[in-house]
């Protein structure tokens, strides 16, 4: 014990509750602080047991006075006050509890300070009683006033609570103790009178329960209570009306003023959460109602499917028994005879080119038929009548690790490229910074000697010119002379490297180390040929660089560095289209091939030269490269009617190079259709436009989506007001928009799939505010491809307008 | 990939190079596909801040350009108010953690320490790779420049005491130390430290902060959109000189313009463009250095975006500074537009100029050596097509872009 600490002494006025006086006790036995002495005043309430008490109280001393009647509140603690020895003192009821810190909190203000009286804060804590249990619970906690010192306050409302405030003896005694006259609110009256004198000091902090006990429990909360309370109120204010000033009355009415304005505020608010809350509810039903919907529809989905396996069961059926016939046929004489013709014929149409149109389906599916048996015909048929979309990972190639930086800079350093490079490069008006890509180009490093030959159809600019500065080979044509893969060859012909590198007059290599990472694995024996990544421009628009990331990113699996060649896969042409393209990708944007392989091959088809000549390299056995760790920049902006020109001639190219047959729908019907959609879509962006601002660019294309999902099926007029291409809008004006169900279905269900991948890409993006524009171009720039497709892939008859120009 | 990108004080306010390399990658990593958000501190209560839950800061989530921003902002001003000694701060730490945890980022790149270190320990504790692209020196010099008080240059902290002796004589000398002791915590957080040059490497290398063998160096790209034509077509008479930049003391301006006037020729120019900022007796001191001479024009300030118009009446630019510059935009920008630079033998501007190769170079504060090298060009101005012709234009941004997305794809593999 410090003996510096000077004494404190608690009183604790009881009456008839011995239980809850023993919860009182010890938390003033807990406190942290001594010395402390208990003077308890038994207020004529039945007998107590004083030894168990000091018992409880432990090192804290006990003096127990017993009033032989009950005095009443007041008496009670001037006969505590009376019996007291501590130089402070502090009172607590017998249904209230102290916190361990209380008094050690508390003294050192009055200790230190000129302060004669301090108070903490309290907590009111409701307690109802379990008459099952027998026991005390918790209802409730909450904190009870905690306000500085403010008479003007105290004068209308008694909010210190009596147990909270530590006093100094001398100050009480000077006051005179507690106003006998009072049977309750004697505590607020003498507070009245000691801070007409003096301060109180008010620490913020909690350190005392309240309890409040439920109405079962608390004589106060009783009817006859509240009329004493009421008088006893009125008691007090006549007994201290002199203090009771204009100014006083003022002061706290304008905070009663401010107290219920804020009042007025929360109920605004609440008021207006509560109409949130309907609002969502009503959301909620209807998204309830839609899922349920849904889970109908999926319902009816699953028992179709299951009705379509159970008929692929019984076709599998029937297969299995012309199979069993067709043996038996075969092994019959006069089959065998057939088989001989068969062979012969098969040899002479063997002899023609496997990529010719002699080759018709009809050898090919015999072919299939003698080397694989009849079921694989039958698969393979599917798969080329039924367009299948298979997005599955691509496991026909070999991930290799790229090279680190630091290793591909010791290589240069130690090992560089002695040969001689020609870089072939195809130029029309390729404008001023031209100059730049040819520095770039000739300062690579690691490479012995770099040409470069520039195969110019026409430029009137300053290509030459710029060429000139770099290269001796400048082969000019006519412009009507160019040609994707010719005119490439052309330029090969003039090479005199022993290493060939393709590429166009608006690709700017990535670093300095572009042409020796796309030759060294060539060099090294590990690959035939070589080709590098693309990345957008700086100022690529939207739509560019989801094309770019979506189909040779994520379809074709572009980032990472990976070797393909036929001896991962048994039959190049068993795979499917994305397996094709993805295998044979070689891209005559960045491609590096030795010169005497290209030589054996060259370029030689009219569309898409670069992946013909990946395809027929991978059939003979070669293997190729493709790096995501290498690339070029090279990206181009635009408009959308390109787009609808683009997918038309590439779909149609494509189909040509890979032995699709074209549609059987006839082309006008696809045009009405397309038209359709795109009045559809025209709508939709306007009825959305109004307050898209804020969204996120994802959530835009998802509604656009979603209503293309719920457009009505009543023909849309043209003449919308948002006109995003004029090209566009032009070709689909001419046509008349109707509403060819099937069709119609199945492009917006396309359009669904493609802008499903774009709501992906651009929720990368912060709000739709900041490429408004780029944004709605990319929606119809997708229709434009969707649109092109169906209009290549599924007419019987060819869409002149769109033929021509690309 | 899910990056998320850290920087002392972002766009609209603020927009100095460190901003607009955060905005560059940023916008070109999203047009790679990748999730980008930039992470920044606010000094001002601009805009929409919310309190925070998981600290006492308050929080504004704003875009720019296309580009999502969370900014954070103290409610009470912390001690170290400017943050050049306290690297560590528990709400940011508390706030940055909770964000990595929240919004799975894969990545953290931070662009510069500055007010939000403590976000890369957060980075770190969350399990995201980190990536810190070292831009200046200030992880070792809270100056950040490596110039003392006495505008001598610095070579090394010397664990502390010359910052103490020569440019903080006031701080306590444990602050010190622990500035140190959490630079070096933080570095250690670090899975790949970059550097825009070679000359930052072997500062950090050489003063023991951090061995050069941890940096990969990764040069800042220039947008080109701004430098569309290479300029041609000048006075055949005439070569003009030009400086571009602040008119500080620790750029040099007054050895430039001594070198210049030491070489008698009638036939050349200096064009000074750029304000004092705020050194105004500066100013003074090179205009009363210059003498009155016609041949040195005061341009006065300039806007960034001149800069191209600017260059097409200039032969060579000189940048004279006296301190270790370290990927000086000046000459970033004189390169890419095609025009030879003179400048100072020390720092990151040898580094990009060679001399007699892409231009010259002369001994740091030396005007003797500067009149040398302005008098060889005027014997032979054939000089300047040479260097012109063997400029290696400096990165793209693209280049810059597509170089840091292979340095996340080795810490973060492709699944």
């Not at chain 1, 290498?630 to 494509?654: E, Q």
């Not at chain 2, 032979?380 to 012709?389: E, V």
Request: aromatic share 10%; glycine share 6%; with cysteine.
């Amino acid at each position: 014990v410090n003996t510096q600490n000077p004494l404190v002494s608690i009183i604790v006025r009881t009456k008839d509750r011995p239980k809850l006086l023993r919860r009182a006790l010890q938390s003033i036995a807990a406190q942290k602080y001594r010395p402390i002495e208990v003077i308890l005043v038994n207020d004529g309430g039945c007998d107590l047991d004083a030894e168990e008490m000091r018992t409880l109280l432990g090192s804290v001393s006990l003096n127990y006075v017993r009033l032989e009647k009950n005095t009443g509140r007041a008496n009670a603690g001037n006969v505590g006050i009376e019996n007291s020895r501590g130089e402070y003192i502090g009172f607590l009821d017998d249904d209230d509890e102290l916190y361990p810190d209380h008094v050690q909190l508390l003294v050192p203000l009055l200790n230190q300070t000129d302060y004669k009286v301090v108070y903490s804060d309290s907590l009111m804590v409701y307690k109802a009683y379990d008459t099952e249990n027998c026991e005390l619970y918790d209802t409730g906690k909450e904190l009870l006033f905690s306000n500085d010192f403010d008479y003007n306050r105290l004068v209308f409302e008694n909010y210190i609570p009596f147990m909270c405030l530590l006093f100094e003896r001398e100050t009480l005694l000077e006051a005179g103790g507690l106003d006998t006259s009072f049977g309750l609110y004697e505590d607020w009256d003498l507070l009245l009178r000691l801070g007409e004198k003096h301060v109180f000091y008010h620490l913020r902090k909690t350190t005392a329960n309240y309890n409040q006990w439920s109405s079962d429990l608390q004589i106060s909360q009783g009817i006859s209570n509240q009329r004493l309370l009421q008088n006893s109120y009125i008691r007090i204010v006549s007994k201290h009306m002199e203090k009771i000033t204009p100014e006083r009355i003022h002061d706290y009415m304008s905070g009663y003023v401010h107290a219920r304005t804020l009042l007025k505020e929360k109920e605004v608010f609440v008021a207006r959460l509560q109409k949130e809350i309907h609002e969502k509810d009503i959301h909620i039903s209807a998204l309830q109602e839609e899922a349920s919907e849904n889970c109908a529809q999926s319902d009816f989905l699953a028992s179709e499917l299951h009705a379509l396996q159970v008929l692929a069961g019984e076709k599998e059926a029937l297969l299995n028994e012309k199979e069993a016939l067709i043996n038996a046929m075969r092994s019959t004489r006069g089959w065998r005879l057939l088989e001989k013709y068969r062979r012969l014929r098969d040899r002479a149409a063997g002899s023609l080119n496997p990529d010719s149109p002699g080759n018709s389906l009809f050898v090919r599916g015999m072919k299939v038929l003698r080397y694989q048996g009849l079921r694989a015909v039958v698969r393979k048929a599917n798969k080329k009548f039924l367009f299948s979309k298979t997005v599955k990972n691509v496991s026909y190639s070999i991930e290799i690790p790229p090279l680190s930086s630091n290793a591909i800079e010791s290589n240069i350093a130690s090992n560089p490229l002695a040969a001689r490079v020609s870089v072939v490069i195809p130029t029309k008006n390729a404008g001023e910074e031209f100059e730049y890509t040819l520095r770039k180009i000739t300062q690579q490093e690691g490479i012995g000697e770099i040409e470069l030959i520039i195969v110019d159809s026409g430029s009137d600019d300053s290509t030459i010119a710029i060429s000139r500065g770099y290269t001796e080979n400048i082969i000019q044509i006519p412009p009507e002379d160019f040609h994707h893969a010719r005119t490439r060859n052309l330029g090969a012909e003039k090479a005199s490297g022993e290493f060939l590198v393709f590429t166009v007059q608006d690709a700017i290599p990535v670093g300095n180390q572009w042409l020796f990472k796309l030759l060294y694995p060539i060099e090294q024996g590990q690959v035939s040929a070589v080709s590098a990544r693309q990345i957008p421009r700086s100022d690529a628009d939207i739509f560019s660089c989801w094309s770019y990331w979506s189909h040779n990113l994520n379809y074709l699996g572009g980032n990472r560095d990976c070797i393909c060649n036929n001896s991962l896969f048994s039959n190049f042409d068993d795979l499917d289209m994305q397996a094709k393209r993805s295998m044979a990708r070689l891209d005559s944007v960045s491609l590096g091939i030795r010169k005497s392989v290209f030589d054996e091959y060259r370029f030689n088809a009219d569309y898409a030269e670069d992946l013909d000549l990946g395809i027929r390299m991978i059939k003979d056995g070669c293997s190729l490269l493709f790096q995501s760790s290498n690339a070029v920049i090279h990206s181009h902006n635009r408009p959308a009617f390109y787009f609808l020109k683009r997918s038309y001639a590439d779909t149609a190219g494509l189909w040509g190079m890979l032995h699709r047959e074209r549609g059987t729908i006839p082309g006008q019907m696809i045009l009405e259709a397309s038209s359709y959609v795109y009045a559809g879509l025209k709508k939709s962006i306007s009825a959305l436009q109004a307050n898209w601002g804020s969204w996120q660019p994802s959530g835009l294309v998802d509604a656009v989506i979603h209503r293309l999902s719920h457009e009505g099926s009543t023909v849309q007029p043209h003449g919308y007001p948002l006109s995003v291409d004029q090209m566009v809008d032009g070709f689909f004006k001419t046509v008349q928009p109707v509403h060819h169900e099937k069709i119609v279905r199945e492009m917006r269900e396309e359009m669904r799939n493609v802008l499903g991948s774009l709501s992906e890409f651009v929720g990368n993006f912060a709000v739709v505010r900041d490429i408004e524009r780029d944004l709605v171009n990319s929606v119809f720039k997708v229709f434009c491809l969707v649109a092109g497709y169906y209009l290549a892939a599924k007419s019987v008859d060819e869409i002149g307008p769109l033929r021509s120009g690309i | 990939v899910r990056i998320l990108i850290g920087v002392h004080q972002f766009f609209p306010r603020h927009y100095t190079g460190t901003e607009r390399y955060v905005l560059n990658l940023a916008k070109q990593l999203q047009r790679m596909g990748h999730y980008v958000k930039v992470l920044t501190y606010a000094f001002r209560e601009e805009g929409d801040f919310r309190s925070s839950t998981a600290s006492s800061l308050v929080i504004r989530e704003y875009s720019y350009e296309g580009v999502p921003v969370i900014a954070l902002r103290h409610t009470k001003q912390p001690d170290d108010l400017v943050f050049v000694f306290d690297f560590m701060d528990m709400d940011i730490y508390k706030e940055a953690k909770n964000i990595f945890e929240k919004e799975k980022f894969d990545i953290y790149h931070c662009a510069h320490p500055l007010r939000i270190a403590s976000s890369i320990k957060a980075a770190r504790d969350a399990g995201v790779k980190v990536v810190f692209m070292v831009t200046d020196y200030f992880m070792m010099c809270p100056m950040g420049i490596m110039l003392r008080s006495d505008n001598s240059l610095c070579d090394t902290q010397d664990n502390g005491r010359n910052c103490l002796t020569y440019c903080f004589t006031g701080v306590a000398k444990d602050r010190m130390q622990r500035r140190n002791a959490d630079a070096r915590t933080l570095l250690a957080c670090c899975d790949r430290l970059l550097s825009p040059s070679r000359f930052l490497i072997g500062l950090f290398n050489h003063t023991g902060f951090i061995p050069a063998e941890r940096f990969y160096l990764s040069r800042h790209g220039f947008d080109y959109r701004t430098a569309k034509k290479p300029v041609s077509g000048r006075s055949q008479e005439l070569i003009t000189f030009g400086y571009i930049g602040t008119v500080q003391y620790h750029k040099g301006v007054h050895v430039m313009i001594e070198g210049f006037r030491q070489v008698r020729d009638p036939n050349i120019r200096l064009q000074i463009w750029g304000g004092c900022f705020h050194e105004v007796d500066y100013q003074k001191s090179v205009l009363k250095i210059s003498g009155g001479d016609p041949r040195i024009e005061f341009k006065g300030s300039y806007n960034f975006n001149d800069v191209g118009k600017i260059l097409e009446t200039i032969d060579v630019v000189i940048v004279p500074s006296i301190w270790y510059e370290n990927a000086p935009l000046t000459i970033t920008t004189s390169l890419a537009y095609g025009i030879p630079v003179i400048t100072s033998d020390i720092g990151g501007m040898s580094e990009a100029v060679r001399d007699g190769l892409n231009g010259m170079t002369f001994k740091v504060g030396d005007s003797r050596d500067l009149a040398e090298k302005i008098t060889a060009i005027v014997g032979n101005r054939d000089l300047i097509a040479t260097f012109r012709k063997n400029i290696q234009y400096p990165p793209r941004i693209e280049e810059e872009a597509f170089h840091t997305e292979l340095t996340y794809r080795e810490l973060v593999p492709v699944t």
